[in-house]
């Protein structure tokens, strides 16, 4: 999937790109961004700029220091500075803050500066991702890839739950304030290959639904975006396990995204894994990271409908709990659910003949038909 849409990309004339739409509010919102490196995070930036939005944009410290990785983030700050009349005032409304999601001590800091420099912060985004690539059992080979998993679940769970905790106390002060979590369907559909990926993001969004409940009668939103898993796979680090032997494509057709990714990495010399030119690359047994280098107009073609989606959403008045982004999404998780309910129905009179004490519910389960919750919810007794 990933890689038809980069030949897409590659091979398509350039596409106008509609202008974005916000919600109606009325007056300049704060935007919080964990992570505003990606090809995604800026061309969001650059939209919310010049909508008036003012954005405290996160810099993770291991991310800004990489060159290529920054480059774009870089060449937004020059157009902030260049006195462009289309510009004017963007450098005034953006913050660049240095700071380390996986430490609670410093998303403090980073939140507190965000609110002296522009006095509140009314939507915070979560996006910082990563991806890890192996099998479960690729992932437990060496002490190595075992501190993979740890490192996943840092940078995807714990960095955002940090800045979340964070933020929640200002939020909850001024009774408003709405949270975005962008993971992806991977939250609903496992995927061989990232197993530890999934398992991460299924870890955050059921934090955030639980969270959700919480903070509703603080006037608080919660809202879950989910594009396809490539949109936040190939916009930032992609980490590879050594692979054995037994899970090959040729052996283990399963963990096939492995291969996908690897050739999308691949298409940049710069990036290329295994390039025999390169013999620092050329080792099959160690552990390889890259950021993906993909096309200007492919990195606009996967991330503007995801981008677009947020501008939409974010300080909406009645935001979705959940926002699937895209066909593909939406077909791939009602798929599942589909799958699941077929399931759930196959095995109903399994699930039921554990039930000590029948009930209404239990023998409406069984036969499809209707009870009424309200008179359950009063402890009424099965109807005769």
């Given at each position: ?11 398509a ?93 410093q ?24 991806a ?12 190595a ?93 992609i ?5 054995l ?87 791939s998780?009602k ?31 069984l ?18």
């Amino acid at each position: 999937m990933a890689e038809r849409k980069m030949s897409e990309a590659a091979s398509a004339a350039k596409i106008p790109i509609p202008a974005a739409s916000f919600p109606t509010h009325n007056s300049p919102r704060v935007w919080f961004l964990t992570s505003s490196l990606s090809p995604l995070a800026v061309r969001l930036i650059r939209l919310l700029l010049a909508h008036g939005d003012y954005v405290a944009a996160g810099l993770p410290p291991h991310e800004i220091e990489d060159e290529d990785r920054s480059a774009e983030f870089r060449e937004l700050i020059n157009e902030c500075k260049s006195g462009r009349r289309d510009r004017e005032g963007w450098k005034d409304r953006i913050r660049g803050i240095r700071c380390d999601g996986r430490v609670m001590g410093q998303c403090g800091a980073a939140v507190a500066e965000a609110v002296e420099v522009f006095g509140r912060i009314d939507i915070l985004l979560c996006c910082t991702s990563e991806a890890v690539v192996g099998t479960v059992e690729e992932l437990s080979t060496s002490a190595a890839t075992q501190n993979l998993v740890r490192d996943q679940f840092e940078t995807i769970f714990f960095s955002q739950v940090n800045f979340i905790k964070a933020t929640l106390p200002l939020l909850r002060e001024k009774h408003t304030g709405h949270l975005i979590i962008l993971t992806g369907i991977g939250g609903h559909i496992g995927t061989p290959g990232t197993p530890m990926y999934s398992a991460a993001t299924w870890a955050l969004e059921g934090y955030c639904d639980s969270l959700a409940y919480e903070i509703a009668p603080f006037n608080i939103k919660l809202t879950i975006v989910q594009p396809n898993k490539e949109i936040s796979v190939l916009t930032n680090k992609i980490t590879f396990a050594p692979q054995l032997p037994q899970y090959e494509s040729s052996i283990n057709p399963a963990p096939g995204l492995r291969d996908i990714l690897t050739n999308v990495v691949n298409l940049h010399p710069e990036t290329r894994i295994n390039d025999p030119s390169r013999p620092s690359s050329s080792k099959k047994n160690k552990i390889v990271s890259r950021y993906p280098r993909l096309p200007s107009e492919a990195r606009d073609r996967l991330v503007m409908e995801t981008v677009h989606a947020l501008t939409a959403i974010g300080g909406h008045e009645n935001p979705p709990a959940r926002h699937i982004v895209g066909f593909e999404g939406v077909n791939s998780v009602k798929e599942k659910l589909k799958t699941v309910s077929e399931e759930l129905e196959d095995f109903v009179e399994v699930s039921c003949a554990v039930d000590i004490f029948k009930s209404d519910v239990g023998r409406a389960a069984l036969s499809g038909a209707k009870v009424d919750a309200h008179a359950v919810s009063l402890g009424a007794g099965p109807s005769s």
